[in-house]
């Protein structure tokens, strides 16, 4: 790159910035326009309202988000120039009817659909929350067969007045996604297009269904607007539209849906959806990001009819697709840009529902006994099960006595539910604890637990299913009760017990780096902190194949001749992502990545590591990745075991190729400042000219972490320039 380029990209940005203030000058004068014109602006009447619908009581959601005013009669509505009701900011305060009247998909299709706030794909949030998506993703059980074929439907009786197609970052990743999975590509006269209606008896609404090949009617009956219109909020609506009844068919594809309420501003449906657009300049400039909407659950405008058609699938309310305000502000997550740092993944129930017809006690693996619900029973399945109890409620077990080392198993079904072991020699102990608002299996197993006698306390809603099962260390040794049954093999995941607190790291520093520090390291970059130039959220460790050291020995067939990737000390593997988007100015590549969690921070939250392997190349094939990772969600892992295996791809270089890893709780990133002094030397002595040196090209001390912001330092709430 020479100087003059360098000099030109400065000149570059500040022409940029000026355009786009101009053009933000223009829309706010456009934006003005709209509303002195607003109430002269006539939009076609969508179809008679016979009274507003009844609010059901058996509605488990309280949709009236503190509206309280009346909606106005009909007769009495004026529309916007951007096509919503001209007077936004009044109606921001009436109580909306039920008007989801009809399924938008085939529900006894779907196996997952995403909680609201939750963290599946990337951040979609409102003027009034950021990081959680607040969206629903609906996945068929055979979706790559289905993809383009799946019928969706209008929920609601109303207009369609826009279509778009999104030319954003995140725009074509079903398609990537879909090509790679299937090695076919997309039919050629597929549209993936966003079809937006307003509903009738909604006019301060739209609905996006995303990702679908509209119906030829609809195509041809609604131009197409651009992302940038719509920002600007100089976009207009089709006139007339297309009118469509609640369960018309109005497209093929995916049945992601989004309800969107706007507070003020023109009413035009921008694209204005993260909130790190939100907060950047100039895009913060713009009308379309700087307009209020709040967006909602499809499942708190939904009939109890339609409701039904989800119930018939699976035991659930409707509070099990929400997960709530209050709870994810209490339990934030993380975000980079638009991406979240732990995503969640399908078989996560903390992030998606499961509809599956199963009962409570079927859903957790549990036989139904043959007496009172609540009655524990008891199997033996291998060798290393000593007991086994299944029930619902409260309940208090033993006395147990067990004459060796032992772990415990609990699975449950939902939140909110906490065991406890009371024993003779410790008191109380809580092993397990789920929070309300939860639902969908989960599991989770302990650490080794000494030799005692005991009782186990549950303390749970009577309606809450769960199951315990003691398993030994090694041969099974005792036995506590009579009654059998049947039981499936345990698994491990996450919860809120059962990890060293982070304090333990500070006296007894891990001696075990992700991958070894040997002559295949290229070089290494300590994790770039908030308080210096060109930060950057984790460390690198960089491989390069520009000598052809791994076209010669290395196998992608054998996965072994690779480098190991470590467990850092014992740990659960709390996710895993076999492949991975990653989109950044150098190059849009794919990655896999491997989060573990390790230790329990004061908070109660855990401490996560994310081992995010960054070969910088596309998935060479579908599911390629798959064969470099040798654990699985749930696994319990010790220090030092191999956990995967880094991809270096033919070609690969020292710029690009590297594994990324940092640290996380669920509020915020962290600096992985977890190895002692030896491991600190090794990996300084790699420092590299990508990171490696500050602003003045000195080369960093031998630290984990440099120049660290308060809220980066995992230990204590303190800046530091060196950890």
Not at 124 to 129: A, P
Request: hydrophobic fraction near 35%; charged fraction near 25%.
């Amino acid at each position: 790159m020479t100087a003059n380029s360098v000099l030109l990209k400065p000149a570059a940005i500040v022409l940029y910035v000026i355009l786009i203030l101009s053009s933000v000058s223009c829309a706010s004068n456009a934006a003005s326009q709209i509303n002195t014109e607003a109430s002269f602006v006539s939009i076609p009447e969508t179809g008679s309202v016979n009274g507003q619908p009844e609010r059901n009581s058996k509605n488990d959601l309280d949709t009236d988000l503190g509206a309280s005013e009346i909606m106005p009669e009909r007769a009495n509505w004026k529309f916007g120039a951007g096509g919503l009701i001209a007077d936004l900011d009044g109606w921001s305060n009436i109580q909306l009817p039920q008007f989801i009247t009809a399924s938008h998909i085939d529900v006894s299709k779907i196996a997952t659909v995403s909680k609201f706030r939750s963290s599946a794909g990337h951040d979609f949030s409102d003027s009034f929350e950021s990081c959680c998506s607040m969206k629903h993703y609906f996945r068929p059980a055979n979706y790559y067969e289905t993809r383009f074929t799946e019928p969706i439907y209008s929920a609601v009786d109303g207009m369609v007045l826009y279509l778009s197609e999104e030319s954003n970052g995140e725009a074509h990743a079903w398609k990537e996604d879909y090509i790679r999975m299937t090695g076919k590509h997309p039919p050629s006269d597929y549209r993936d297009s966003n079809i937006v209606i307003r509903p009738d008896i909604a006019p301060n609404v739209w609905i996006t269904h995303m990702h679908l090949n509209p119906i030829r009617q609809i195509f041809e009956s609604v131009p197409l607007t651009d992302g940038r219109s719509r920002m600007m909020g100089t976009a207009r609506p089709a006139s007339p539209g297309y009118k469509v009844k609640a369960g018309d068919l109005i497209g093929y594809g995916l049945g992601e849906i989004v309800i969107k309420r706007h507070l003020d501003g023109s009413g035009v449906p921008a694209s204005c959806n993260s909130s790190s657009m939100r907060a950047s300049f100039p895009m913060n400039m713009l009308p379309g990001c700087q307009a209020k909407v709040s967006l909602h659950s499809i499942f708190e405008f939904m009939t109890d009819k339609v409701f039904d058609e989800y119930r018939a699938v699976a035991d659930m309310s409707r509070k099990d697709f929400i997960i709530s305000k209050d709870y994810r502000t209490a339990n934030p997550l993380v975000c980079d840009g638009e991406d979240f740092v732990d995503r969640g993944i399908e078989t996560d129930a903390e992030h998606f529902i499961n509809l599956r017809k199963q009962s409570k006690t079927e859903s957790l693996g549990i036989q139904t006994p043959s007496t009172k619900p609540e009655e524990v029973h008891s199997t033996i399945i291998n060798s290393n099960l000593i007991d086994s109890y299944s029930g619902t409620g409260t309940k208090v077990l033993g006395p147990i006595t067990l004459n060796s080392d032992y772990f415990i198993s609990v699975t449950s079904d939902k939140g909110p539910i906490q065991v406890s072991i009371l024993s003779e020699s410790d008191g109380e102990r809580g092993i397990y604890q789920r929070p309300e608002n939860t639902s969908g299996k989960n599991t989770y197993t302990t650490p080794r637990i000494k030799s005692d006698r005991i009782h186990l306390s549950i303390k749970a809603d009577s309606d809450s299913a769960w199951k315990i099962d003691l398993l030994s260390t090694g041969k099974k040794e005792s036995q506590s009760a009579n009654t059998t049954g049947t039981i499936n093999a345990r698994s491990v995941t996450e919860d809120n017990y059962g990890l060293p607190p982070l304090s333990y790291f500070q006296k007894n520093p891990s001696d075990r780096f992700p991958v070894d520090l040997n002559e295949h390291v290229t070089q290494t970059q300590p994790y770039r902190g908030q308080r210096i130039v060109q930060a950057h959220s984790g460390l690198h460790v960089n491989y390069s194949d520009e000598d052809g050291r791994w076209s010669t020995i290395a196998d992608s067939n054998d996965p072994t001749r690779y480098p190991a990737i470590y467990a850092i000390s014992d740990g659960i593997v709390q996710a895993i992502e076999p492949v991975k988007d990653v989109r950044n100015p150098q190059k849009h590549h794919q990655s896999y990545e491997i989060r573990l969690s390790i230790a329990e921070l004061p908070s109660g939250e855990h401490l996560r590591v994310s081992y995010g392997i960054e070969p910088f190349v596309m998935e060479p094939e579908p599911g390629f990745y798959k064969r470099f990772i040798l654990v699985k969600e749930g696994q319990r892992v010790l220090k030092g075991e191999v956990i995967a295996y880094f991809y270096v791809p033919p070609g690969a270089t020292e710029r690009s190729t590297h594994l990324h890893f940092h640290a996380s709780s669920n509020k915020r990133i962290l600096a992985p400042t977890l190895f002692d002094d030896t491991v600190k030397q090794k990996f300084q002595s790699l420092f590299g000219h990508i990171g490696g040196r500050d602003e003045t090209e000195r080369l960093f001390d031998a630290c984990i972490g440099v120049m660290l912001a308060a809220d980066e330092n995992p230990f204590e709430d303190k800046e530091s320039d060196c950890l």
